[in-house]
């Protein structure tokens, strides 16, 4: 029967069309190949195993490739996964797009018109610069493009939820420090990982591109917002200041920071960015568990179990 993955129960024969998220051939303890999946549809996404492969099967189950499966589902260590029997891939030209891809829990509409709010908010002639020109140059992806490809907000607009959340606090945290720079902030929080545009590509699935394998996007942004002051011949020490936001805005060199946060605008931002992303994080980790209970162990949260008190 078609189901979707949040509808998915222990025992359920199942035909459907699902996204191949992750793909990993393995070998078992008797040496024989199998692959360890990840499917996904726009509702969420399960563990799957296909067992005695062959290159017609690696061929099939590539990552991106949208493939009907019929297969059985059973529970595993307190999980659901899918043992696939037989599978094909799907024609691109017959894939319903919206069926695989999460929508963001706010109307992408209001997502857009709060982000200009706080680019219209911004009075520092420099920042405005900086952000309008880049803006302009990475549309509409900033406005589509997912914050992560499986950690948090992995969804169409992802980024744009992201940003906007983060938005959202660094005015509170402005306003609650008054001698925190607000322009500064917002303009570093509205920056910080637009070069997620240049290091994912998609549509379906997104992954990493050559670009984002050999750079990062902390490095592809620095050298965007680095490019945009040179064209607008900005010369104060504000692009100085963005270029560390971004290289330091994961907070500690061991998360992927080349520099530690060294001004307040930074500090916040990084501390802004790491409360964002963990609380969508452990939110994720929490669908489809019951009160009284505990999640799967979390790998972005030091494998931890997450509790989700009674109500």
Same mark, same amino acid.
């Given at each position: 029967m078609e189901k979707m993955i949040s509808e998915l129960n222990d025992g359920m024969h199942i035909n459907g069309q699902y996204l191949i998220a992750n793909s990993a051939k393995c070998v078992n303890n008797v040496g024989a190949a199998y692959l360890n999946l990840e499917l996904k549809d726009s509702s969420g996404s399960i563990n799957a195993k296909k067992w005695e492969v062959s290159l017609q099967d690696e061929e099939i189950f590539k990552v991106g490739n949208v493939v009907s499966i019929e297969g059985e589902v059973l529970k595993y260590k307190e999980s659901l996964q899918i043992k696939i029997l037989s599978a094909e891939a799907v024609n691109p030209s017959d894939?319903?797009?919206?069926?695989?891809?999460?929508?963001?829990?706010?109307?992408?509409e209001e997502l857009i018109k709060r982000f200009n709010a706080h680019v219209?908010?911004?009075?520092?002639?420099?920042?405005?610069?900086?952000?309008?020109?880049?803006?302009?140059?990475?549309?509409?992806?900033?406005?589509?493009?997912? &914050?992560?490809?499986?950690?948090?907000?992995?969804?169409?607009?992802? /980024? $744009?939820? +992201?940003? =906007?959340?983060?938005a959202d606090h660094g005015v509170y945290f402005s306003n609650y420090y008054p001698d925190v720079d607000k322009d500064i902030l917002l303009t570093g929080i509205?920056?910080?990982?637009?070069?997620?545009?240049?290091?994912?590509?998609?549509?379906i699935i997104?992954?990493?591109?050559?670009?984002?394998?050999?750079?990062?996007?902390?490095?592809?942004?620095?050298?965007?917002?680095?490019?945009? &002051?040179?064209?607008?011949?900005?010369?104060?020490?504000?692009?100085? /200041? $963005?270029? +560390?936001? =971004?290289?330091?805005?994961?907070?500690?060199i061991e998360f992927g920071s080349p520099v530690l946060p060294m001004t307040k605008e930074a500090l916040l931002l990084s501390m802004i960015d790491n409360i964002d992303s963990k609380m969508v994080i452990v939110e994720k980790a929490l669908e489809g568990v019951k009160p009284g209970e505990f999640s799967s162990?979390?790998?972005?949260?030091?494998?931890?179990?997450?509790?989700?008190p009674k109500e």
């Open positions: 894939i319903d797009v919206v069926k695989f891809i999460k929508q963001p829990p706010v109307n992408k219209e908010s911004i009075k520092n002639e420099d920042c405005r610069k900086i952000l309008d020109y880049l803006i302009k140059r990475l549309s509409p992806k900033i406005f589509e493009y997912p &914050a992560a490809v499986s950690v948090h907000h992995d969804y169409a607009s992802g /980024l $744009l939820m +992201h940003t =906007v959340s983060m509205l920056l910080h990982d637009l070069g997620k545009t240049i290091e994912f590509e998609g549509p997104y992954k990493y591109s050559l670009e984002g394998r050999l750079l990062g996007h902390i490095s592809l942004m620095v050298s965007e917002i680095r490019r945009a &002051a040179e064209g607008l011949k900005i010369t104060s020490e504000v692009p100085l /200041l $963005l270029e +560390h936001m =971004v290289l330091s805005h994961h907070g500690q162990k979390v790998f972005p949260l030091d494998n931890r179990f997450i509790y989700k």
